[in-house]
């Protein structure tokens, strides 16, 4: 197929471009780094003011000290770079990260969420971020 063997070029590109930052997960999703304040709503109510660490189209990483429980569903809140458009992303809590007295690596205490039901446009939003940072990667910035 045409169209498969033009991914299968880019996402071999997108893997020798890469930065040291760039993290690949499972899936083969390229996770980059990304902070920004959001809003975190839980299924079981209220809402947090958090960071978002980094981000791809499988999910992101939230910086908090409070840890929700795994399987949580949540919602998060972020605004766009330059355009401060709003994203709204459904997810599960995936992991947790507790402060711990001796860290094992350079992630602050936080819980990583699976997006659930992206949508199209927010994908394509995602991956424009992902893209973005590639670029300014490979020019050096």
Known sequence: MPGHETRRR???HAKMMAPPSAERRAGGALRVPFVRRCQVDFEEGGSVSAFIVNINVLGAY????EMPRLGQRVVCHF???ETEQELTLEGVVAWTNPRQQHPVHSLPPGFGVGFRGLSDE???RIEAIVREYLMRQSRGH
């Open 62 to 65: 939230v910086a908090l000290d």
């Open 10 to 12: 880019r996402l071999a």
């Open 79 to 81: 605004r766009l770079p």
């Open 122 to 124: 927010n994908r394509l």
